[in-house]
């Protein structure tokens, strides 16, 4: 069999306004969503073993608008804020398999590769109101920075009883671990 699908598997989005030290009210605002676009292929293999792959393009978008603190350089210790906005797309691909144990058990895997991306952008920054040594507070910058997606393994098993009522259950490792701990601007 063949396929074809556009979906949205991950996203985040917050916002706060909190009293910073310096800015006073300021809102804290992150958000990021991950869209697909994934052509997929299935085989059955047996009566009772299926398998599937699916590939195509990801598209994702990063942003930030909030008060921000240099970790490092001849600005490390000063805040700005700060309004930042990348994307990119990638290559995207998943791989699935099902195994019919009985006419009424089956249970399946599916793995989902992590997806990198290489964001490119703008932002801003705003230091007004620190006590900077500089004639415009204000900055325009170009920036990059890689931001990653975390891989997953799921495995899940269904039992369809004769009444058509069916028990399901799904275990899912999603590995936030190694998807990004901290995003580097350059």
Known sequence: G???GVYHPAGFSTEYDLVHSIYGEQKYASDACLTKV????GWKMTDQISIGLAMGPAYSKVAF???YTFQTGPLQGVTALLDLEGDDWAFAWNLGAQWRISSNTTLG???RYEDKFHMSGEADLDTTGYPLPVTDPTAHYDVDFDFTW???LGVGI???FKDDHRISAEVKW???SSAFDKVTFK
């Open 174 to 176: 999603i590995d936030w």
């Open 38 to 41: 994934l052509f997929g292929l």
């Open 2 to 4: 063949i396929g074809l």
């Open 150 to 152: 975390p891989q997953s």
């Open 109 to 111: 895997v599916a793995y």
């Open 65 to 67: 608008d909030e008060p």
């Open 158 to 160: 269904t039992h369809r």
